[in-house]
């Protein structure tokens, strides 16, 4: 499957990743490349499929980041969240959120420091696992991986290889939305997306992996990641994205809706 927004997202944003964030080119590749190794040796199931596509093609989405608003979002959009009709997709820590509700979501979008363990592990026996990997992963990457299932695939902020693909995006939410996008929703719910200066409990890198950003430049990584949502939002007029965060701010092109409003509008 091609994904050209994920070229347009690098020439886009990845110089600026340098620049401001202090990314580094080397370690990424050195990342991409020890995960391209790893699923060689697992051999995962094929994910992008018509199967995946016919779980989201026209259907109304939730995409759900680990912000301060998930449990509030969660809470008051359970009674849409539980139907079948509505697929869930959830960004990294907001799994364990999902999960705890008996919301079990059929994609996973992770660089594997914040959900736990044992849920990666499940979804990657059960359902899809999309693992992403940048220059701080590389320890998990070889600690976690051969732990998974074979339903996984993986992703980069960088160029492209065989086995691993950059579909655009920074951080682990707005990266759920380039690459549900690739299979044409009706609309994209955006729950727990608060892009601010608070971290959410459920988006906190666990103790021992490692992966811990600077607080000093989190909000800064956080502000990027919503210019990079509102970038995916203006090259996708056919997509109608809903914001329903709580707590959270302005995204452009997303309307902001009401938990209230939703409900009517969906039930």
């Not at 990743?17 to 199931?45: A, V």
């Not at 912000?67 to 809470?75: A, H």
């Not at 990266?175 to 609309?187: E, G, W, Y």
């Amino acid at each position: 499957m091609d994904f050209p927004l994920g070229l347009e997202w690098y020439d886009a944003f990845y110089d600026e990743l340098q620049t401001r964030l202090g990314y580094s080119h080397k370690r990424d590749l050195e990342s991409r490349d020890e995960l391209s190794r790893l699923l060689k040796i697992k051999n995962p199931i094929q994910l992008f499929d018509e199967k995946l596509r016919y779980r989201f093609e026209k259907k109304v989405v939730f995409l759900c980041g680990a912000g301060p608003s998930l449990t509030e979002d969660i809470k008051n959009l359970y009674p849409l969240m539980r139907k079948a009709q509505y697929p869930v997709i959830a960004a990294d820590g907001a799994a364990d959120a999902l999960t705890q509700a008996k919301i079990f979501p059929p994609v996973i979008v992770s660089d594997l420091d914040s959900a736990s363990e044992e849920m990666l592990i499940t979804q990657s026996e059960e359902r899809a696992l999309f693992v992403h990997a940048h220059g701080d992963n590389i320890l998990l990457l070889k600690k976690l991986v051969p732990k998974l299932g074979r339903r996984l695939s993986g992703t980069t902020q960088v160029e492209s290889t065989t086995n691993v693909v950059n579909v655009g995006g920074l951080t682990d939410g707005d990266r759920s939305c380039f690459l549900v996008s690739v299979f044409s929703p009706q609309a994209i719910v955006l729950a727990g997306m608060d892009f601010g200066k608070v971290e959410g409990e459920y988006s906190k890198a666990r103790h021992n992996s490692g992966n811990v950003f600077p607080k000093n430049q989190r909000h800064l990584k956080l502000n990027i990641g919503r210019r990079s949502l509102e970038f995916l939002i203006k090259r996708k007029p056919k997509i109608r994205f809903l914001n329903v965060t709580a707590f959270g701010g302005e995204i452009t092109g997303a309307k902001k809706i009401s938990h209230e409003e939703l409900i009517r509008e969906l039930s």
